[in-house]
């Protein structure tokens, strides 16, 4: 007989505290249960007379606040985008971007304020509040300079440019001359 798998005590405790943190998006209809041995369960879109539209099952914190976080955060820009029709033709990234920066710092902050609330400690984080705006502003250099680098080449076509700035990566896809495509994936990472 196969064993299942199940979370340690320790990580559910770490799981509660992550819920009780992004309590509120219950009313973006998203519900997170708790699923006994296997972990917890992320309901999405619950609308009684459908029914649900997709479930996640989550055994790792990190991974649920970090889901649960990009749903509020999207529901935030959804909320900025109904206000300003200018937005409404954006993607999250582009519209993230778009945003005044004092507007970008204080969504950043939300997540600092969520991660100490769900006692998510990331290695990455510093003290300082301003910390993600400008590893964000970083990325958008290094975008840039890459861009300009990648477009001089004859022998490479660039296809498209994605940034995700919640997770500080930029990602460059590349067509070559044999019609070949390569993604690169830029990310920040620590100096030991």
């Known amino acids: 007989m196969k064993k299942d798998a199940c979370m340690t005590e320790e990580e559910r405790k770490k799981c509660r505290k992550v819920v009780e943190a992004f309590s509120g998006l219950e009313e973006e209809n998203i519900i997170v249960v708790e699923a006994g041995k296997l972990g917890f369960l992320r309901i999405l879109c619950y609308d009684p007379p459908y029914g649900i539209d997709d479930v996640i099952l989550y055994s790792d914190s990190k991974k649920l606040f970090d889901d649960l976080w990009r749903d509020w955060l999207d529901e935030q820009l959804q909320k900025i985008a ?111």
């Open 82 to 192: 109904a206000t300003n029709p200018l937005f409404m033709e954006l993607d999250e990234e582009d519209m993230f971007d778009a945003l005044p920066e004092e507007t970008q710092k204080e969504l950043l902050k939300k997540r600092i304020y969520f991660e100490k609330k769900g006692g998510i400690a990331t290695k990455e984080r510093k003290e300082d509040e301003n910390n993600e705006v400008d590893l964000h502003r970083n990325m958008d250099v290094l975008k840039d300079r890459l861009y300009e680098l990648l477009n001089e080449s004859d022998e490479i076509e660039l296809v498209d440019v994605e940034t995700d700035p919640l997770k500080n990566i930029v990602c460059f896809t590349i067509k070559t001359i044999e019609n070949k495509l390569f993604e690169l994936q830029c990310k920040e990472i620590d100096i030991v």
